[in-house]
């Protein structure tokens, strides 16, 4: 008979995880053993028998007869998947004459099809993106006269710089309504009107035929690319509505972004090409290594930086798993979509830096360390803050009436953010404009960009940068979260900058009322000489607080100086970013993407080393008795009642208690469904170890050799083999018998056991996956 341990439900022992694998409660709190090493002797391999090695693991030839069928929620094998395709190729190149030397070029050039394919698209779809997220913004406030479909970036082409583009009307002008009350009303009214219906098309859209398609994707990205099974993210009509919805969220003037769903588009059309080819069917090792080049690529044009792309896909995705091909796929993928962004021209500047800093020294004074140091503490906790309000947000949002009414809430969200936006300058503006703007330095050949650069005005206009600062932090944590796509790059940017240019003004205005201070000694003592530059310290302010928010650190400093094209300051911008994490860190140890994954519990483990406190993996296993197991011999129908009984992902099959090795539900079942239609077929014996009559079936080729260890091996080592070999299970056995199990499941709830409202979403995901 199989061993089914019932445990009550008062004892709350037993719950089911996305990996659909079996987890005791007791792994969220390990305990410590009385063996414990000591500094001066490791642990012996001997100890922990661990047995079979990995290189006879990966040569089983159970292990690769049959090829798994995975669902959504599950994971993949990555073991099974690299071997089966090292032996594909294998069999291709060793196939004798012309086939053994065209099978191999056709092979890689449909790799190369899809990559330059993507590339290519993803470009051209970010570049046309923007222009209709320009055109959709403009109507908010005005139309050109030259035609309806024109933009105001194209309308005013040719237009010196601070000249006034008699082209585009503000509507109140176009209509001819010469009365200025009755023209601020019909601005008013227009800009609210058409903000709060293209925010409601957007959740219409996602609502009624995409719900994968809300949010930034990049959290699911990270788990899709790490081995969960996810298609449905995927499909061809999330992609074409993730893409219009975006366009339409954007120009609505939600405080959010386009940048991270850019990486789900990308990520979309990358699995939309690969249909084409059935080879990437057959294998998701291989359609994952496409999908994390797709993502650079994305990157790659959301911040018209290619090489900031790549470096994305290797810190923050962990995309490339140290291998050179996948990263070198990355990087041609990100260059040719940006070559594609810059043919299409979006912004009609002919270059891929967005917020491109001008008028700046090419040198920076040790003084403005100082004022740099303190944005730096800004953005981190600031960063640590906006975090923490998103994430009670979401949680609030999910255990309230509003979860059932998600378009009523963008709906009301949008009126309120457009209204409040319309009363602020700085608000009112598209979030892009408000940080090309704050990047810039003054000039006096430029029109001033609603008297930022007035300096009898520099405390009204820091006010109102602290107060758009201040407005969007709370508007991005809340619409972070909504049921329409949203990035959290831009606004957050936005605000970073904000509070940087306010922080320079001060520092600029304090300089001209003390020049020849000693703090200033560097600066010439006529304070009519520029020496501040209040520009670039929004820079550093946009680096500080995405580098709170999202914990990035290399790729946004690449980014950064990619998009404002300020080499020159790369120091302080490592410095300001560095400082920043740290403080977040102290903060809170998590930032806005690994939280979100930890909210909706995707089996995702983080790329950094894991550091036990002396525990071992008894601490974290499930142990033997409360594990169901297959047991050698059982009649089938006895397997079939277990497998409907029990949806794990599979079961551990043991003879008189010894370990035989691990089989995976859903190959037991497709095996013996079709045996079980025979008459008395119910009662013949299911055999792992290899039929040995005419009523017993051979279930051996069913088998997968399990890993095993010793439970008294360090945690520390159990982790990070799950991390760096990408396993979905551990068995523990002594002497060969079954001790424990343990999945990758739950090494991720130790991962995330610090974290309060880890799975607060997800039953959301459950309910929307069946």
Known sequence: MPRTDSVSSRDNLWRKDWDGESVSSSTSAPRHLERVPSPGRPYPAEDYELSPTLEEWSRSAHRHRLRPHYRDGDTIDWWHEDASERERWKGMVSQHGLRGLVSPLIDVTQLWFVMILTGICVGFAGGWLDILVMWLSGL????????????????????????????????????????????????????????????????????????????????????????YVFDSFLSTWTLLIKALGLALSVSSGLSLGKE?????????????????????????????????????????????????GVLF??????????????????????????????????????????????????????????????????????GSLLTKLNIAAAVYRRNSVLHESPILEVTGVAAVTAAISYLVVFLRVPASDLVANLFQECDPQRIDFHGLCNPTAMWENVFLLILTGVVKIAFTAWTFGMMVPAGIFLPTIAIGASFGRVVGLLTQGLYRAYPKAWFFSACPPDPTVRCIYPGFYAVIGASSMVAGVTRMTVSLVVIVFELTGALSHVLPIMISVMISKWIADALGPDGIYASWIALRRYPWLTPFEFRDNGEVAADAMTPADKLVVLHE??????????????????????????????????????????????????????????AQGSDSADLSPLLEDAMQLRKEVPLELVVNM?????????????????????????????????????????????????
């Open 313 to 382: 896909g290797l810190e923050e995705l962990d995309a490339f798993g140290g291998d050179f091909d996948v990263m070198w796929r990355g990087f041609v993928t990100s260059v040719i979509a940006a070559v594609a962004l810059q043919y299409v021209d979006p912004f009609k500047t002919s270059k891929l830096v967005l917020f491109q800093v001008t008028n700046g020294g090419d040198t920076w004074l040790a003084f403005e360390l100082i004022p740099w140091l303190c944005l730096s503490i800004i953005g981190g906790v600031l």
């Open 633 to 690: 011999g059982s009649p089938l129908g006895e397997l079939k009642r277990v497998l409907d009984t029990w949806k794990y992902h599979g079961f551990p099959v043991v003879r008189d208690g010894i370990l035989l090795g691990y089989v995976a539900r859903e190959k037991l079942k497709s095996f013996i469904e079709p045996l079980l239609s025979e008459s008395g077929a119910a009662t013949r014996i299911g055999s792992f170890a290899g």
């Open 722 to 770: 799950f991390r760096k070999l990408n396993l979905r299970h551990i068995m523990f056995a002594q002497a060969g018998k079954l001790t424990g199990m343990i999945t990758k499941t739950d090494i991720v709830a130790l991962s995330t056991a610090h974290f309060v409202h880890r799975g607060a979403l997800a039953e959301e995901r459950t309910a929307s996956s069946k």
């Open 260 to 308: 991270g769903p850019l990486v789900h588009v990308s990520c979309c059309m990358a699995f939309l090409f690969m249909k084409l080819f059935s080879k990437f069917h057959r294998n998701e090792a291989q359609k994952r290594k496409i999908l994390a080049a797709a993502a650079a690529a994305g990157v790659s044009v959301a911040f018209g930086s290619p090489l900031g």
């Open 140 to 227: 908010r406030e005005g139309r050109c006269t030259r035609g309806f479909l024109w933009n105001q970036v194209e309308c005013c082409v040719g237009v010196e710089a601070g000249d006034v583009c008699h082209d585009w009307q503000p509507w109140g002008e176009y209509l001819g309504i010469s009365s200025i009350f009755g023209q601020s009303l019909l601005h008013s009214f227009a800009y609210i009107l058409l903000s709060t219906a293209l925010a409601a098309s957007a959740a219409v859209l996602v609502s009624s035929y995409a719900p994968y398609a809300f949010h930034t994707g990049i959290p699911e990205i990270k788990a899709i690319i790490g081995g």
